[in-house]
């Protein structure tokens, strides 16, 4: 049954998603260097950063233990990706952006035992801004200072004042950990209950 879990992640978004599963975890940070690659499609993006987060953990951690990497990807309908904006000029560009569009959050998950991969997956949450004024988007900057999120939004937060509408299986995975996609993995790999 349960393994010992490593949540391959500094994120405290992520470590208090993964606390809800009730399921005992360690956090690392991972030592992956996060390259773009060219014309990738979000989800593949997400898919292979959550697995080679995964897999930079396998020499210092022990043979029993399960790595979990994750990556999410935030994405206009038109393919552009949006990145961490990292501070407030590049928020308020974004959410700019956004005003009146539609946004994806892909979040891809890796887990990985003894070098190899169990599973790679993600799952896809999307989410329609309403239309968003400069004075709005500005005073919600200064509010919830999202500027380590992807799109510029802390959903989970006051972000969900700039939204209209949303579709998905599960919200957590545009809160930047997809638990039901996770959970699924982790019965069908016999790690749970």
Not at 59 to 75: C, E, K, N, P, T
Not at 112 to 130: G, K, Q
Request: negative net charge; hydrophobic residues 35%; glycine residues 6%.
């Amino acid at each position: 049954m349960y393994e010992n879990l490593i949540l391959a992640s500094t994120s405290i978004y992520r470590s208090r998603l993964l606390e809800q599963l009730a399921i005992p975890f360690r956090q690392r940070a991972p030592d992956y260097d996060e390259h773009v690659i060219d014309n990738e499609a979000a989800e593949s993006r997400c898919k292979r950063l959550a697995e080679g987060k995964a897999h930079s953990l396998t020499q210092s951690v022990a043979s029993s233990d399960i790595i979990l990497g994750s990556d999410q990807v935030a994405h206009l309908e038109d393919g552009t990706l949006l990145n961490k904006p990292g501070d407030f000029d590049h928020a308020r560009a974004q959410l700019m952006r956004c005003s009146d569009q539609w946004v994806s959050f892909s979040t891809g998950i890796c887990l990985v035992r003894e070098s190899r991969s169990l599973i790679v997956d993600s799952e896809t949450y999307r989410i329609r801004f309403r239309p968003l004024t400069k004075p709005t988007i500005e005073s919600y900057l200064e509010r919830d200072q999202p500027y380590d999120c992807a799109g510029s939004i802390k959903a989970e937060g006051l972000g969900i004042t700039l939204l209209a509408d949303a579709e998905g299986r599960d919200v957590n995975t545009l809160y930047g950990l997809p638990l039901m996609l996770l959970t699924d993995h982790l019965i069908n790999l016999d790690i749970i209950p």
